[in-house]
């Protein structure tokens, strides 16, 4: 009898164990949420992303095409854009089948990354979305939705019309990810003056300055002599400090290294004088390479297509490195110039 009474608590017991466990993976809610877009994405002004790995970011809208990480420093516009037209283009492909459902439902709750979409003024989120595995043709994502604090008691398999992959890679949680790559940024039609100053290449040093609007002056500073500049040659040249972007910033590098960097001879210096009177200031140095490097047979001295840059933009903490290709046009010699310029009589 206690041998009987014994199998019966284990078997109750058991069955208890087994229905946890199946089960607490599974939404307890019984409706289906597959809205899981929205289709006024202006209205978004947060977004929260939580991964597996415990890593989580913040990115906040300050203006209406601006936006923060963590409120500290500008989000990539790139990818927040990404985040923005997928939530807004977002549709079922296909439910989940019966033969793969419990697979799916075990595989988001075990590993996932949860993402909150908060709208303006709202403290709760509108929609979360768990996002998990691809589906094995990867042209799907797998999918779970939260409304008003309750799980979708369904997955669903995920897509945009017209796009093919993966939709998790759009949303990471690395916030050094996420930091807009910009080295300095402003309004064209803002800046007064541009001073160009070469302190290692054979170019012309220069400034441009906007005296009325659209009529700008070109002075070759080794002489001080004075031209009118052609609106179309000083608008394009104006618009390209508009948004300036480094490759990557030196994480690895030694602080003693990179202080011998700083103190050594500028490249290029820019002055950007705004018209409320602000200053922005660019210096770009020579990158080191490994002694006894060459290229094609001659022995290099600094590396030939990339720089570091100092930008009071960002300040002294930041180390950004640029690509010449990309930085090279904004540091041209008075040359480029004055080809259609008339002397000032």
């Known amino acids: 009898m206690k041998n009987l009474i014994g ?19 599974k939404p307890v809610n019984t409706e289906v949420y597959k809205d899981f877009a929205i289709e006024d994405t202006a209205k978004v002004d947060k977004v929260f992303i939580t991964q597996a790995d415990g890593k989580s970011v913040t990115i906040s809208r300050r203006s209406f095409d601006e936006w923060m990480v963590e409120g500290k420093f500008p989000a990539r516009k790139d990818a927040i854009q990404l985040i923005l037209k997928t939530l807004h283009d977002i549709s079922i492909q296909a439910p989940v089948s019966k033969e793969t ?16 979409f908060y709208l303006e003024g709202k403290d709760e989120p509108e929609k979360v979305w768990y996002i998990g595995e691809a589906t094995a043709s990867r042209v799907g994502t ?8 309750k799980k979708s008691a369904k997955p669903f398999i995920t897509h ?20 807009d790559r910009i080295v300095m940024r402003c ?9 160009v100053k070469h302190q290692s290449d054979t170019l012309g040093d220069f400034s441009i300055e906007q005296y009325e609007k659209d009529r700008f002056r070109l002075t070759d500073l080794s002489n001080n002599q004075k031209q009118e500049l052609n609106p179309e040659l000083a608008i394009p040249y104006f ?52 002694e006894g490097a060459t290229l094609n047979g001659k022995l290099l001295t600094h590396h030939p297509e990339r720089m570091y840059v100092y930008s009071s933009y960002l300040g002294e903490k930041e180390h950004p490195i640029v690509q010449n290709l990309t930085f090279d046009p904004l540091v041209p010699g008075i040359e480029e110039f004055t080809s259609l310029t008339t002397v000032e009589k």
């Open 239 to 290: 618009k390209l400090f508009s948004g300036v972007y480094y490759e990557y910033v030196d994480k690895k590098t030694p602080s003693e290294q990179l202080d011998s960097i700083y103190l050594s001879p500028e490249r290029h210096n820019i002055k950007l004088e705004l018209m409320d009177g602000k200053t922005i200031e660019l210096k770009a140095y020579n990158m080191p390479v490994r």
């Open 7 to 25: 199998l019966i608590v284990v078997l109750v017991l058991g069955g208890i164990a087994y229905w946890m466990y199946s089960s607490k993976d």
């Open 160 to 179: 945009l019309l017209m796009e093919r992959g993966y939709l998790g890679t759009r949303f990471f949680a690395d916030k050094t990810l996420w930091k």
């Open 187 to 195: 309004n064209p039609r803002e800046i007064r003056r541009i001073e």
């Open 101 to 116: 459902f419990d697979w799916v439902v075990k595989s988001i709750a075990g590993n996932h990354t949860k993402v909150e």
């Open 142 to 149: 797998y999918m779970l939705l939260e409304k008003d604090g």
